[in-house]
Nanobody, 125 residues
Framework: QVQLVQSGGGLVQPGGSLRLSCVGS????????LAWFRQTPGNNRDFVAA????????YYADSVKGRFTISRDKAKATMYLQLNSLQAEDTAVYYC??????????????????WGQGTQVTFSS
């Protein structure tokens, strides 16, 4: 059974940066991909980025490419999302997720079976 526990988040000033963490257990089984999604009130969760737990290959939504960086530290069983150049539209609750989606289905939240508890990121002008 995979369990995900998030930390990080908060209020960020213009030009500020933030790092989110997601500690996972039970991820050693092959084939897992981990991802970050975000959700604003009244909307579905949107895909942000994903990473292969074993091969470390990364994938990004166009809206965050070049500003956000996803990474993982297998020794610490932790995935990270570095958020730079934050904008007002980045304000959301961010969730980490784990699953075994095929590449063409990375952005669909239904492909992920396990979720973190969510953490709020707020851009403050």
């Amino acid at each position: 059974q995979v369990q995900l526990v998030q930390s990080g988040g908060g209020l960020v000033q213009p030009g500020g940066s933030l790092r989110l963490s997601c500690v996972g257990s039970g991820l050693d089984a092959s084939g897992y991909r981990l991802a970050w999604f975000r959700q604003t009130p009244g909307n579905n969760r949107d895909f942000v980025a994903a990473i292969g737990w074993n091969d470390g290959r990364t994938y990004y939504a166009d809206s965050v490419k070049g500003r956000f960086t996803i990474s993982r530290d297998k020794a610490k069983a932790t995935m990270y999302l570095q958020l730079n150049s934050l904008q007002a539209e980045d304000t959301a609750v961010y969730y980490c997720a784990a699953g075994r989606p095929i590449l063409s289905a990375l952005r669909y939240e239904s492909m992920y079976s396990f979720w973190g508890q969510g953490t709020q990121v707020t851009f403050s002008s």
